[in-house]
């Protein structure tokens, strides 16, 4: 089974700074990938980045990149130069890499609020 | 935008009711899922269909039901009610790895 941790239920950072989710997960699976969604107050997901478990290089969408460290089972989230609208509910989630059965598991995800 | 469509937006149903959510996928992909989030559970998958077919179950109770039809949409049966139903439904869909989210649809049992 695979499970997610979140361990920052909220987080306030101030606007132009970086910041960066936790996220940790357990998989017995060799083959995976990892995910993080946007949920504004609207209620909307949103994808934000993907991480496969072998790629080499970190993943990176615009001021969103991905911290993977594999041996640390670890799959954090920076965003940099924080915006107003940065502020929302951030989740982590992963699913097997097996074609046709790509059901994801979400962590309880992390509230950020940006301050101006 | 997903480009995946959920409706309706809200529904408001009394307990012991029962009723369809629909979802149309992006263009071109097979695969559906079905997710509920809750404040008690989180963000639970529940079931995916697979070009028709069902490929995959999670934590979902057997008063719900899903299908898949030839045109690739879906829909999400939810009958006899409960308080605790109250949730947001999220349907997704995926062509690979990826999975792009509808807006969901708020279910209020009252």
């Known amino acids: 089974a695979q499970k997610i941790t979140q361990t920052q239920p909220g987080m306030f950072v101030q606007e132009k700074e970086a910041v960066t989710l936790d996220c940790t997960y357990d998989t017995s699976d060799q083959s995976y990938g990892l995910f993080w969604y946007k949920q504004p107050s609207s209620g909307e997901m949103i994808f934000l980045i993907y991480?496969?478990?072998?790629?080499?290089q970190n993943a990176t969408e615009g001021r969103y990149s991905l911290n993977f460290q594999k041996a640390r089972k670890s799959a954090n989230l920076v965003i940099s130069a924080s915006q107003l609208g940065d502020s929302a509910m951030y989740f982590c989630?992963?699913?097997?890499?097996?074609?046709?059965?790509?059901?994801?598991?979400f962590g309880t995800g992390t509230r950020l609020t940006i301050i101006p | 935008d997903s480009g995946v469509t959920q409706t309706p937006k809200h529904l408001i149903t009394a307990t012991g009711q029962r009723v369809t959510l629909r979802c149309s996928p992006r263009?071109?992909?097979?695969?559906v899922y079905w997710y509920q989030q809750s404040l008690d559970q989180g963000l639970q998958f529940l079931i995916q269909?697979?070009?028709?077919?069902?490929?995959a179950k999670g934590n979902i109770l057997e008063r719900f039901s899903a299908q898949q039809f030839p045109d690739l949409h879906s829909e999400l049966n939810l009958s006899s009610l409960e308080l605790g139903d109250s949730a947001l439904y999220f349907c997704?869909?995926?062509?690979?790895?990826?999975?792009?989210f509808g807006p969901g649809t708020r279910l209020t049992v009252t």
């Open positions: 263009s071109g992909d097979l695969s």
């Open positions: 269909y697979y070009n028709g077919e069902e490929r």
């Open positions: 991480q496969g478990s072998y790629d080499e």
């Open positions: 989630a992963m699913s097997p890499y097996n074609f046709g059965n790509e059901k994801l598991t």
């Open positions: 997704a869909s995926s062509a690979s790895n990826e999975q792009y």
